[in-house]
């Protein structure tokens, strides 16, 4: 008995990329979510710092994640778009990828920067990362006011990659969608 030849569907993202893809999205939502909800919650509340640790925690485990997924692209190409794809659609969905890229990579850079010059120091699921710099509230603030600011674009351009991705599944019909799943 011979064995079938395996062919690899270049019209298809390599299953380690969909697999950082759905999850690296999926704790973006969830932080973004639980980083709205938690601004809210006053100090004093008991439990607050758990929620702090919690969005530190997936932050950071995001952040690793994004540096391997930015790795994984650099190193493997993306599947080709399809024949008849406009260049200005072409060029909106490399931009649009482009800039959410820009958006993981300094959304949990800005978070780490801002607790790292916070007195609490980063723990990630308990474990107390090293310090790599001093308390210092200006630059606490600098950077957590970054790291706000970059949530709304960042929605905005999720928004944006969603919405493309219904069109391409509800409108266009082009199996793009497909060619994330596993």
């Not at 690793?64 to 969905?93: K, V």
Request: glycine share 8%; proline share 7%; charged share 15%.
């Amino acid at each position: 008995m011979s064995a079938l030849p395996v062919t690899v569907d270049k019209a298809r993202y390599t299953l380690p990329a969909i697999g950082l893809h759905w999850v690296i999205a999926l704790l973006i939502i969830g932080m973004l979510c639980l980083g709205y909800y938690m601004v809210d919650i006053p100090k004093g509340i008991p439990g607050r710092a758990a929620y702090f640790n919690l969005h530190k925690s997936l932050g950071v485990l995001a952040g690793a994640l994004i540096l391997l997924r930015l790795g994984w692209r650099l190193a493997h190409r993306p599947p080709p778009l399809p024949r008849g794809t406009s260049r200005p659609m072409a060029r909106a969905a490399q931009w649009s990828h482009g800039l959410l890229y820009f958006c993981m990579l300094l959304q949990p850079a800005t978070g780490y920067l801002s607790s790292s010059f916070n007195k609490y120091g980063i723990k990630v699921f308990g474990v107390a990362l090293p310090n790599l710099a001093w308390e210092d509230k200006h630059l606490r603030e600098f950077f957590m006011t970054y790291h706000q600011l970059i949530a709304i674009p960042f929605i905005a351009l999720i928004a944006i990659h969603v919405l493309a991705a219904c069109k391409h599944v509800l409108i266009d019909r082009d199996r793009i969608f497909g060619r994330m799943l596993p």
